[in-house]
């Protein structure tokens, strides 16, 4: 069996596409304009690739992008205020703290400033508590963009067994909570299951974020099972060329591809779809903002 590629790139834009065909009804009809702010503390390079990636993206969808760049050795008191300010704005529905902040700074603390309806990383404790009671909250952007391509490709998940390998707070908990919301019996393994293997092979859904390159090879997989690769790991690739490198995922790509009957590639698969989530959180946050329907595909 060759396992069927799921096309994160073109699942991604066509979420921006009905983004953006949303943001354009709210105009004509309500004359609102969503706005995203994006606060980045520091330097770090990749931290400053995705926030460029965002503003851009965000501004495509014909919404409003609001970015604070502030210095590394920004105070806490200065940060909380800046986000107050972002809170008691009402052109601004979404607000994301780039992570990792530095380190003399309480991420816990700093997220948990942001106003829960308008966290549209759905990482304060109010969202986490009311996706795991199954009440309607704002969802972190990957985990909601793989539960949108499984739903795709499966129509329902209702009754799979699905595996989350990692058990962080920004996607593995997360991706558990929503499988269980679509019904489906879900474990969570992480560095400490015994008999990891025998765990992933019971499953028909796998998802990997682990953050260790190409941890799961083919002989894991159930035949016909379903992979979502969030991983994005840089190896050196001296093959390409001095100094080259290249991306790869959790999963061992080639082996899986042969036993799966669906995967997800990395590049190319769950990472467009985290900020093309994150586009349609800002309108979900925008819409139950003003009282108007959600729009539909785009939540969980
Ligand atoms: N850093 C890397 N990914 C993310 C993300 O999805 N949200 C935030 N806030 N920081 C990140």
Redesign the pocket.
Known sequence: MTARIIDGKAFAARVREKVKDHVTRLKEDHGITPGLAVVLVGEDPA?QV?VRSKGKQTVEAGMKSVEYKLDADTSEEDLLKVVQQLNDDPEIHGI?????LPKHLNEDLVIGSIDPAKDV?G?HISNVGLLGTGQKSMV???PLGCLMMLRDHHGSISGMDAVVIGRSN?VGKPMAQLLLGDSCTVTIAHSRTRDLPEVVRRADIVVAAVGRPEMVPGDWIKPGATVIDVGINRLDAPEKGEGKTRLVGDVEYESCAKVAGAITPVPGGVGPM?IAC?LANTVTACCRANGLPEPEGLTA
């Open positions: 931290s995705y994301l703290v780039q992570l990792p990383d990482f972190p952007c990957t920004i985290t994150l």
